[in-house]
């Protein structure tokens, strides 16, 4: 059983849609990541967020927006997408420590109409 | 700019037979970490075992060992006795001290022959 857990997983929209994925973790991270991952490559670290807080965009397009409105929640709002965001967005938590690995969710793979 | 170095896009074993994927990196840092993950067609990313730079033993982790060679930057996984269950995308991963970073390589599919 995953320790993080994503919803949905799996969701269709059109590029004038709004839509929300959700990422939960209770281990007490205060660490949490969104990464984009197309197919037989490897994940793309999009934003990590500390102690609630943004601390990394890799220069995401606006379309996406991250938030966390508290230590266990993580959510990523789209707004019209492309057809090239269409891939498995992956979430992580982990403990603030270096040696600590992160813990991945299952995922939601998103298509794009 | 640190990278991360996968030359074996595809692996076959056969089940029970050891097989060795290779990672090598490229880093001016002296603390670091490195892990390997496992992802399976079920999408999760799984950590399979890591490795802190300053130890000099090689991990291990059940039927998983690495052979870490600092001077060289290689981290190689090895795993023992091999099982239909650990066919997956092998992905090695680096990760500076003081950095929230991964960065990942482009990844091995092994496949596990019966």
């Known amino acids: 059983d995953t320790e993080v857990t994503q919803t949905p997983k799996h969701l269709v929209m059109g590029m004038t849609n709004k839509k929300s994925l959700k990422c939960e973790q209770h281990?007490?991270?205060?660490?949490m990541y969104w990464y984009k991952q197309k197919a037989k490559k490897p994940p793309e670290l999009m934003f990590v967020?500390?102690?609630?807080?943004?601390?990394i965009n890799e220069s995401v397009p606006s379309r996406f927006s991250p938030e966390c409105p508290n230590s266990s929640l993580l959510n990523l709002h789209l707004h019209a997408l492309q057809p090239e965001d269409s891939a498995l967005y992956l979430c992580?938590?982990?403990?603030?420590?270096?040696?600590?690995?992160?813990?991945f969710g299952d995922g939601t793979r998103l298509s794009i109409l | 700019a640190q990278t991360v170095t996968q030359s074996q896009p595809e692996m076959s074993v056969q089940e029970a037979e050891t097989v060795t994927l290779s990672c090598t990196y490229d880093?001016?840092?002296?603390?670091?970490?490195l892990f390997w993950y496992k992802q399976p067609p079920s999408r999760q990313m799984i950590l399979v075992i890591r490795?802190?730079?300053?130890?000099?033993q090689n991990a291990t982790e059940n039927r998983f060992s690495v052979n870490f060679q600092k001077a060289a930057k290689s981290f190689s996984l090895k795993i023992s006795d091999s099982q239909l269950g650990d066919a997956a995308m092998y992905f090695c991963?680096?990760?500076?001290?003081?950095?929230?970073?991964?960065?990942f390589g482009q990844g091995t599919r092994l496949t596990i022959n019966p």
């Open positions: 991963a680096y990760r500076v001290q003081g950095a929230q970073k991964l960065v």
């Open positions: 880093t001016s840092e002296s603390d670091y970490y």
């Open positions: 281990m007490g991270h205060r660490a």
């Open positions: 992580a938590s982990s403990q603030f420590r270096d040696d600590q690995p992160q813990h």
């Open positions: 490795q802190e730079a300053y130890k000099q």
């Open positions: 967020y500390s102690y609630e807080k943004l601390s």
